[in-house]
């Protein structure tokens, strides 16, 4: 890997972003690099820690490459279908970012399930100012994550989301010094990972299902009554209960 650092434990897939001349930005050679972790992920399901190197998350796209790129490049949604992938990787993923996460490095963020920030961490989305816009699924993921209004001050006004505004809006789930940030966030999988893994996948399939249906929570739920995880932990909690 060029572009990458890739530590593998038995839960969990750690992948720092290393282009730290470049602030990380993301090009062609890290696009590449991601879809094949995205195919070990899918291949065996662990959940993944994503982060920065040097004091950045990913300051945005490679500009040089993007100011290359016609009509045909973004159609193929170059960096959109590596995002969607990630977004939707069988386990649970987990941003954690430090510095600067602007244009594609913010896309790339949003399309985890959770997000950590240090205090340096800066969110948005300079793209019209470069002519483009924000094509890699912020234009709805930012809105999702945190309302119509906010996404619309970071894509349309240019405003930068520090660490505190993005965590009351709610687009992270902590902020802490960044010298603790990988810490918080192993520690943040270690929690997630001792509910079942089964029960976790399903309930992000039915929560990214598109308009909820109690049909899709009703086949969720059966696969996992059926599952001995569900009676185990049930049991376990019974006997502590008595």
């Not at 040097?54 to 300051?59: I, L």
């Not at 943040?188 to 109690?214: E, F, I, W």
């Not at 599952?227 to 209960?241: H, P």
Request: hydrophobic share 45%.
């Amino acid at each position: 890997m060029s572009t990458l650092q890739i530590e593998e434990f038995e839960d969990r897939v750690v992948i720092t972003l290393n282009r730290p001349e470049a602030r990380n930005a993301i090009n062609a050679a890290m696009i590449g690099e991601l879809h094949n972790a995205c195919t070990m992920l899918e291949q065996k399901p662990r959940m993944l820690l994503l982060t920065g190197a040097a004091g950045a998350f990913a300051a945005g796209a490679d500009i040089a490459e993007l100011r290359e790129r016609g009509y045909q490049h973004a159609l193929q949604g170059i960096n959109s279908r590596l995002f969607d992938r990630i977004a939707k990787l069988p386990l649970l993923t987990v941003a954690a970012v430090d510095g600067y996460a602007l244009g594609g490095g913010s896309e790339l963020a949003y399309a985890c399930d959770l997000r950590l920030a240090s205090r340096a961490a800066v969110f948005g989305n300079p793209e019209p100012g470069l002519g483009i816009l924000a094509g890699a699924g912020a234009c709805w993921r930012l809105a999702d994550l945190a309302g119509k209004a906010v996404a619309k001050q970071v894509l349309l006004a240019g405003k930068l989301l520090i660490a505190n505004d993005a965590l009351r809006y709610g687009l992270v789930y902590e902020v802490t010094e960044p010298e603790e940030l990988l810490r918080r966030a192993h520690d943040l999988l270690d929690r997630m990972g001792r509910s079942s893994a089964t029960a976790l996948r399903l309930t992000k399939l039915v929560l990214d299902a598109p308009g909820g249906h109690p049909l899709v929570d009703d086949l969720a739920q059966a696969i996992l009554f059926e599952i001995d995880d569900k009676r185990d932990r049930m049991t376990a909690f019974l006997e502590w209960k008595s």
